[in-house]
């Protein structure tokens, strides 16, 4: 059987550079290129060039290499020629392969928006897709609006749809821009659209401003549009767009859509996926979603011990796919809400050996689930849990001893009198019977621990040399100043690995420096330091 092809355009850099708090780079916009470049999807919308500097010069060379490197504008200007429309100008005369114009497509806009008449914005649209196919661009419509429209005055949005594909408009775009339009609606005003523009020409916008976005976006496929405009991590304005990371799969994965259709995503560029949209996270500086489809870091994590039980007999049984194929994992949370299964399987994912009949599993357990019951969360702290099972085994040396801490931050003017606050940390530790006292300054009393504590180990100072924290996050588990306080830190070393330790206490400080020892002895544990 004969699958048919579904293009992928991707918008992130265009659409998605609307979204709130995010603001690209010229060299953010390089990566992000290169990256879906190698994912394999279809089109890469770069931007508007000339809307700011940043666009301008992205569009200064084609940025893609197998995809089709497609600018973004306007259609023409009212009451302007082609030759004299600057925004349009722009467009055609950047380094790209195809331009998309958004072209409105309801009545309602052309006349309160753009103050023209039905007939003048028709005009437009096809003196814009003519001019880039002379130009020698592949023309595509975004038809802004199309359902608002259609459901307003059906004629009208099928005329402009139809004005464009007449022209020779390679794709004619049906945007969901207010994301209002619920999959069924999709469906039936597709139908009508294909009466007028062939499906094979037809692509879809949808907007998730009801949670939609991808909902609608399949349903357009199976009324018979043939491109998905989409961005990763459902980045865009608002509610952001249809997101890819979950499409994808989605499209490659389900048999419903694999068995009739293909993408140009490879099995090997799905098998990336996760690693791409986290990664992607760490670029724009901001956590990524943990309950994501497919690639979040609880797509593929249990808690229930029964569900546990069960997924390690048949993972057919919890999981709708193989977490492998878009590159996640499988995790069996260790919680109070889990049993020995869960244990066992996070036991052996993260390289602790042990025997299912030990006696010290349930004593594990137990302490795991009154740790639990404290605030500890060990489904995110992979390093600390290490240590505290490894521990229960016996196997963590005690590499140092911790006297006592202090931090003092006092906040005075300078020489030059300026008022600032400084933190100063002292940490007294022993390390082979030798008592270490060491101070230091830094930016707050966490860094200026962490500095303290790092600043002298003894021997065991080469192997934390190449230490560093990467992050550090504060969760407040209860109300009030007196609140009970969970600490994350994140730590990376020269290798490149990542790990994440935990601390909890009514004392944020507390808190803090527990995770910081966890995170050194840890270090030292995974550097094979020789016990004291």
């Given at each position: 059987m004969t699958r048919e092809r579904v293009y992928l355009f991707d918008t992130t850099l265009r659409d998605g550079a609307q979204t709130a708090g995010v603001d690209f780079t010229l060299a953010d916009k390089m990566a992000v290129a290169t990256t879906l470049d190698r994912l394999g999807v279809d089109y890469v919308e770069g931007g508007y060039p000339g809307a700011n500097p940043t666009d301008t010069a992205f569009f200064s060379e084609n940025r893609t290499t197998r995809a089709t490197f497609v600018a973004f504008g306007m259609t023409?200007?009212?009451?302007?020629?082609?030759?004299?429309?600057?925004?349009?100008?722009?467009?055609?005369?950047?380094?790209?392969?195809?331009?998309?114009?958004?072209?409105?497509?309801?009545?309602?806009?052309?006349?309160?928006?753009?103050?023209?008449?039905?007939?003048?914005?028709?005009?437009?649209?096809?003196?814009?897709?003519?001019?880039?196919?002379?130009?020698?661009?592949?023309?595509?419509?975004?038809?802004?609006?199309?359902?608002?429209?259609?459901?307003?005055?059906?004629d009208y949005a099928l005329a402009c749809a139809k004005a464009a594909y007449d022209a020779g408009a390679r794709w004619v775009v049906l945007c969901d821009t207010n994301g209002g339009t619920t999959p069924d609606e999709v469906a039936a005003i597709v139908a009508k659209a294909k009466a007028v523009v062939p499906g094979e020409n037809l692509g879809i916008h949808a907007h998730d401003d009801m949670g939609?976005?991808?909902?609608?976006?399949?349903?357009?496929?199976?009324?018979?549009?043939?491109?998905?405009?989409?961005?990763?991590?459902?980045?865009?304005?608002?509610?952001?767009?249809?997101?890819?990371?979950?499409?994808?799969?989605?499209?490659?994965?389900?048999?419903?859509?694999?068995?009739?259709?293909?993408?140009?995503?490879?099995?090997?560029?799905?098998?990336?996926?996760?690693?791409?949209?986290?990664?992607?996270?760490?670029?724009?500086?901001?956590?990524?979603?943990?309950?994501?489809?497919?690639?979040?870091?609880?797509?593929?994590?249990?808690?229930?011990?029964?569900?546990?039980?069960?997924?390690?007999?048949?993972?057919?049984?919890?999981?709708?796919?193989?977490?492998?194929?878009?590159?996640?994992?499988?995790?069996?949370?260790?919680s109070d809400q889990g049993g020995k299964s869960n244990l066992v399987s996070e036991l052996a994912r993260i390289g602790v050996e042990v025997g299912k009949a030990d006696p010290r599993l349930d004593r594990l357990l137990a302490e795991v689930k009154r740790r639990e019951a404290e605030g500890y969360a060990y489904e995110g702290a992979d390093a600390s849990f290490a240590l505290l099972a490894n521990r229960a085994l016996g196997r963590v040396p005690d590499f140092f001893t911790i006297e006592s801490f202090r931090v003092m931050v006092e906040r005075r003017h300078n020489a030059l009198g300026e008022l600032v606050t400084m933190s100063e940390a002292v940490v007294k530790l022993t390390v082979d019977g030798e008592t270490l006292i060491t101070a230091a300054e830094g930016?707050?009393?966490?860094?200026?621990?962490?500095?303290?504590?790092?600043k002298d180990l003894g021997r065991y100072q080469p192997y934390i040399a190449d230490l560093r924290l990467t992050d550090y996050k504060v969760r407040i588990l209860n109300g009030g100043t007196e609140a009970v306080t969970r600490v994350l830190i994140e730590s990376t070393d020269g290798g490149g690995v990542v790990w994440t330790t935990v601390g909890v206490s009514p004392n944020i400080i507390d808190a803090s420096f527990e995770a910081l020892v966890d995170s050194l002895t840890y270090k030292l544990l995974k550097a094979g330091a020789p016990a004291p």
């Open positions: 023409k200007r009212a009451g302007r020629s082609v030759e004299n429309d600057p925004g349009l100008q722009g467009v055609l005369q950047a380094k790209a392969a195809a331009c998309c114009f958004v072209g409105k497509s309801w009545d309602f806009h052309v006349v309160h928006a753009l103050g023209i008449t039905l007939e003048e914005n028709i005009g437009q649209i096809r003196e814009t897709v003519a001019a880039a196919i002379e130009a020698g661009r592949e023309a595509m419509i975004d038809c802004e609006h199309f359902f608002d429209g259609y459901k307003a005055n059906p939609l976005a991808v909902a609608n976006s399949l349903a357009a496929v199976d009324a018979g549009v043939r491109q998905i405009q989409g961005a990763l991590n459902g980045l865009g304005e608002r509610c952001g767009n249809a997101n890819l990371a979950t499409l994808i799969p989605t499209l490659k994965l389900k048999p419903d859509y694999a068995e009739r259709f293909e993408i140009g995503v490879s099995d090997e560029g799905l098998a990336t996926l996760t690693q791409l949209s986290r990664a992607f996270d760490e670029l724009l500086n901001r956590p990524s979603n943990r309950h994501a489809p497919y690639v979040g870091a609880n797509a593929f994590a249990t808690k229930a011990g029964i569900h546990a039980s069960a997924i390690l007999k048949d993972p057919r049984t919890y999981e709708h796919v193989a977490p492998e194929s878009v590159g996640n994992h499988r995790r069996l949370l260790v930016n707050g009393p966490i860094n200026a621990l962490d500095v303290a504590l790092r």
